[in-house]
């Protein structure tokens, strides 16, 4: 069996902003902000697809993994902007759709900003607190509710255990 790891420390939006995209800032310009996310799910959801084209290929039955999914970016721009992003863009909206159907299992682990603070570490550039990163983290995991195998590992074991618990969960969908 074939694991890919798709992000591989080139997250979408880093890849954007590190080719030189200004990333408007999620009370920015409506319409820049409506622009930018529009054009990183473009990016994520044409990566998604060439990882899993290069999968297929292989005849080997595979596992890809990504760090973050499309649904995302709902959680990092205002909420009243989602509709918005998803109405101007009809080809990104049945590009969304499909994508879900592609994950077979979300597993979001919880921010250990939430129930494990003292090996909470933040990006110095964001220097995001505590409150804003469980806010965020609440957001992520409502952007997924639904999806028929979604997984929450929570902070309730070190930090071992809470890998275990994880790949518990792929092994499971794998073998079901």
């Not at 990504?66 to 918005?84: C, E, H, K, N, S």
Request: aromatic residues 8%; hydrophobic residues 40%.
């Amino acid at each position: 069996m074939n694991t890919i790891h798709a992000d591989s420390g080139a997250e979408v939006p880093t890849l954007l902003i590190n080719g030189g995209c200004k990333y408007p800032g999620a009370n920015g310009p409506e319409e820049k902000l409506v622009a930018f996310e529009a054009a990183l799910i473009e990016l994520q959801l044409q990566m998604e697809q060439s990882f899993y084209n290069i999968a297929r290929s292989t005849g080997h039955h595979s596992v890809i993994i990504y760090d973050r999914g499309i649904l995302d970016v709902a959680a990092f721009m205002p909420r009243r902007l989602w509709p918005v992003l998803l109405k101007q863009n009809t080809w990104l909206r049945e590009g969304l759709l499909g994508v879900l159907e592609r994950y077979d299992l979300i597993i979001h682990m919880t921010t250990a900003a939430d129930g494990a603070v003292s090996h909470y570490k933040y990006d110095d550039r964001e220097k995001e607190s505590i409150a804003d990163a469980i806010a965020l983290d609440h957001r992520i995991k409502a952007s997924y509710q639904g999806h028929p195998n979604y997984h929450i590992i929570d902070n309730s074991t070190n930090f071992a255990q809470k890998l275990e618990r994880t790949l518990a969960s792929v092994k499971e969908t794998i073998q079901g």
